[in-house]
């Protein structure tokens, strides 16, 4: 099992910037992925960002080249950069790590982050 603690999510205004932070522990050993997901009330869950074991990245065509994800793999924590934040940006973000095997996902508390007008 992995067991993830996020942090770093806050109020800011429109066009600043946050940096979210996720640290994993247990078995991280068997982590594929990592990522970070957003939900407001009322909608689905949404991907944000992903980055393999390997160090390939992918992100949701409305956070491209605004936000980065990163990884120190000897701290075992993944990072979320959010450069000129928008409005639609507010919700609460989710990190997840992937593996192979059960349980195949594990989410994280949950960090707020609200972006103001």
């Known amino acids: 099992q992995v067991q993830l603690v996020e942090s770093g999510g806050g109020s800011v205004q429109a066009g600043g910037s946050l940096r979210l932070s996720c640290a994993a522990s247990g078995s991280t050993f068997s982590i594929n992925t990592m990522g970070w997901y957003r939900q407001t009330p009322g909608k689905q869950r949404e991907l944000v960002a992903t980055?393999?074991?390997?160090?390939?990245?992918n992100y949701a065509d409305s956070v491209k080249g605004r936000f980065t994800i990163s990884r120190d793999s000897a701290k075992n924590t993944v990072y979320l950069q959010m450069n000129s934040l928008k409005p639609e940006d507010t919700a609460v973000y989710y990190c997840r790590a992937t593996r192979a095997t059960r349980p195949y996902d594990s989410w994280g508390q949950g960090t707020q982050v609200t972006v103001s007008a």
């Open positions: 980055i393999h074991s390997g160090g390939s990245t």
